[in-house]
Nanobody, 124 residues
Framework: QVQLVESGGGLVQAGGSLRLACTASGRALNNYGVGWFRQAPTKEREFVSVLSRSGARTSYADSVKGRFTISRDNRKNTVYLQMNSLKPEDTAVYYC?????????????????WGQGTQVTVSS
């Protein structure tokens, strides 16, 4: 079983950048497809970006395409989400998730393991 811990959230002005990290323990993260999801108050959890186990496939929500980049460092057992040109509507709790195997689904219900979340607040 893998445990996930997110870090890197915070308060930033619109147009700024943050890099979120999701560090795994218990098992090597390169056994899993991984994803970033977010949830704003009163809204449902939504897909942000996913990365397949091998790193061959990535996918981004239209709302973040061109601004966010997902990556992984297997030596550090960590997945990153680089977020540039942040907007107030990006404000949410960001969660990383993992599911065994190559495929990284855009559906949050298909993930087995979740971190506790990290708050990102973008001021206008």
């Amino acid at each position: 079983q893998v445990q996930l811990v997110e870090s890197g959230g915070g308060l930033v002005q619109a147009g700024g950048s943050l890099r979120l990290a999701c560090t795994a323990s218990g098992r090597a993260l390169n056994n899993y497809g991984v994803g970033w999801f977010r949830q704003a108050p009163t809204k449902e959890r939504e897909f942000v970006s996913v990365l397949s186990r091998s790193g061959a496939r990535t996918s981004y929500a239209d709302s973040v395409k061109g601004r966010f980049t997902i990556s992984r460092d297997n030596r550090k057992n960590t997945v990153y989400l680089q977020m540039n040109s942040l907007k107030p509507e990006d404000t949410a709790v960001y969660y990383c998730a993992a599911r065994p195997g190559e495929y990284a689904s855009q559906l949050h219900r298909e993930y087995n393991y979740w971190g506790q979340g990290t708050q990102v607040t973008v001021s206008s």
